[in-house]
């Protein structure tokens, strides 16, 4: 099937206006301050968003049925790029991590009472979300299967006890899509059922907002306790025991978006860059004239080109229904380190000035380093990619000795039936002789007895 990753005339355009917002009403808001919070939190929230929905840009991502664009994944990539231009920008079109990860599984998954109760108002802006599957160690973290967090059910629902911790978004979170384990023990690859929880459920509070590096994802990171926290049945999201299957319905795409929006990131730290290195002159030529300058120039422009690429290709697989897990691994572990190339670059090439306040850089530095671990780290991909590959290759090598075989026993086949048509052909010709010579002795034992005849009544001539 050929693959088609061009956009339309409404989706560029759409796009075009995302930019021309972005720059104009979110970028001076992110100018005058230092992370999501010194900025004003709700406040900020709030203001921004507004103004979004005025524009017509926010929540491009979910379905008109809910006052979004109903954008595919495809079609997303070139206005959440857009909205990446600023750290505020995701936040302002309703499309940062984790509120846009969430609307999806709830699109996909949550019963129509659910979309109600939850979806629409997380799609309006009304609340924020998050999704609690990563535990203290040993529970699950790269490993999800190392689920510790158990839920037990009781009268009328479920009782769910654990520890979370890194849950992104939780503090001031509306509710929470909490992981638990329904069945089997830690290590096994099943029995892990999702649950809608209310942030006023008694039963779950955040202990401890995590000081991490970045600072640009409202709500932080934080650490939640799941203590005698009872839920209805109706709370439980999808199937019971499903949650690994529905996890990735979630993360696959989720990490397409965050490379989408780092992306916008990516390139306006290129822009820093050209800019400072055609202004800049030193030992009588601009920087830009140097070729060690431009060498580094190249290599941004090169890895952009093919994180834009690779996320392209995932999010069409994923649009076809394909399960996208070696597209989006490949493209999630070199977005990461293409995008953390591509600042640290532009910070190099900038000197003292990118290391300053007076150009975003160093804030750059800060929340893109996170990202090659976030949703699962560099490595963990590239051992996925790999095994991935080496189970391929395995699967086609016993193709092609499977096919050799069937070829072989094809061939000793036909030798077996050109024996077989040889040996009935010799037992034939062998007849053919017998035949020959029977019928020559009785012709000669003929001519015999006509010429005995002949001698007895005499010569006719």
Request: with cysteine.
């Amino acid at each position: 099937m050929p693959v088609d990753l061009s956009h339309d005339p409404r989706v560029t355009e759409l796009a075009e206006r995302t930019a021309r917002f972005v720059r104009e009403v979110v970028v001076p808001e992110e100018e005058r301050h230092d992370g999501v919070a010194a900025a004003g939190g709700e406040a900020l929230r709030t203001r921004l968003q507004a103004a979004a929905k005025q524009a017509g840009l926010f929540a491009p991502h979910v379905s008109p049925e809910y006052g979004g664009h109903g954008l595919d994944m495809r079609d997303r990539t070139t206005v959440f790029e857009e909205a990446g231009w600023s750290l505020f920008g995701p936040l302002a079109l309703n499309i940062a991590a984790p509120d846009e990860g969430n609307m999806h599984l709830l699109e996909a998954v949550a019963s129509a009472a659910q979309k109600e109760r939850y979806l629409r108002p997380l799609a309006q802006g009304e609340v924020r979300s998050c999704f609690a599957m990563t535990e203290p160690a040993p529970g699950a973290g790269s490993d999800p299967a190392a689920l510790t967090t158990r839920a037990t059910r009781v009268t009328g629902g479920w009782r769910i006890d654990g520890r979370k911790w890194f849950i992104t978004g939780a503090d001031g979170a509306g509710f929470t899509i909490c992981m638990a384990r329904t069945s089997g023990e830690p290590g096994d690859r099943g029995g892990a059922t999702m649950f809608l929880v209310d942030a006023a459920n008694p039963g779950t509070k955040v202990v401890r907002h995590i000081s991490t590096l970045d600072e640009s994802l409202y709500g932080g990171h934080c650490e939640v306790v799941f203590d005698d926290c009872v839920v209805p049945d109706e709370a439980v999201l999808g199937e019971v025991d499903k949650g690994y299957e529905y996890a990735q319905v979630r993360l696959g795409p989720a990490r397409m978006t965050h490379c989408m929006r780092w992306l916008g990131i990516a390139r306006r730290a290129q822009q820093i860059a050209l800019t400072r290195a055609a202004s800049r002159e030193l030992f009588g030529s601009r920087l830009a004239d140097l070729g060690m300058a431009q060498g580094m120039i190249a290599d941004s422009e090169i890895d952009i080109a093919a994180a834009r690429a690779l996320t392209l290709q995932a999010c069409w697989e994923l649009d076809q229904g394909r399960s996208g897990a070696q597209s989006t691994a490949i493209a999630k572990a070199f977005t990461a380190e293409a995008v953390w190339r591509v600042v640290d670059r532009a910070l190099q090439i900038c000197g003292s000035l990118g290391v300053s306040g007076d150009v975003p850089l160093n804030r750059f530095l800060r929340e893109v380093r996170p990202f090659r671990i976030y949703d699962g780290p560099t490595e963990t991909h590239r051992w996925a990619i790999a095994r991935r590959a080496i189970r391929r290759n395995e699967q086609s090598h016993g193709n092609d000795q499977a096919r050799g075989d069937e070829q072989a026993r094809g061939n000793e086949q036909a030798r077996g039936a050109e024996q077989a048509h040889g040996n009935a052909q010799t037992h034939g010709d062998q007849q053919v002789r017998g035949d020959q010579q029977a019928h020559g002795d009785q012709q000669a034992h003929g001519d015999q007895q006509i010429r005995r005849d002949q001698q007895a009544h005499g010569d006719p001539r």
